[in-house]
Nanobody
């Protein structure tokens, strides 16, 4: 599964961005999906996950209430809607797919997109 993330950019503190992730030539059916991020000098961290069924979502405490993970109706595009962005949200964001129901850790994911940069300016 080849994943491609897009939608990153520069935004002011308090602004919003929506990230997208597509899988070339297929849907996400049968995969748990997730978003991770990595800031300079830091380890990659979990942001959000969507269960295999698409019915359950999970969020890191740092983004809960501000970010929303979702897919379109045909499960061809994964989204991460990011609202009320803060400077500490600045990072490269990655989408990932797992054969498990869902996952909270990088090693649980089998496929990764290339990352998209999000910069939040205070």
């Amino acid at each position: 599964v080849q994943l491609q993330a897009s939608g990153g950019g520069w935004v002011q503190d308090g602004g919003s961005l929506r990230l997208s992730c597509s899988a070339s030539g297929r849907t996400f059916s049968g995969y748990g999906m997730g978003w991770f991020r990595q800031a300079p000098g830091k380890e990659r961290e979990f942001v959000a996950a969507l269960s295999w069924s698409g019915k359950s979502t999970y969020y890191a405490d740092s983004v809960k209430g501000r970010f929303t993970i979702s897919t379109d109706d045909v499960k061809q595009t994964l989204y991460l809607q990011m609202n009320r962005l803060k400077s500490e949200d600045t990072a490269v964001y990655y989408c990932a797919a797992t054969k498990e129901l869902y996952g909270f850790h990088s090693h649980e994911y089998d496929y990764w997109g290339q990352g998209t940069q999000v910069t939040v300016s205070s």
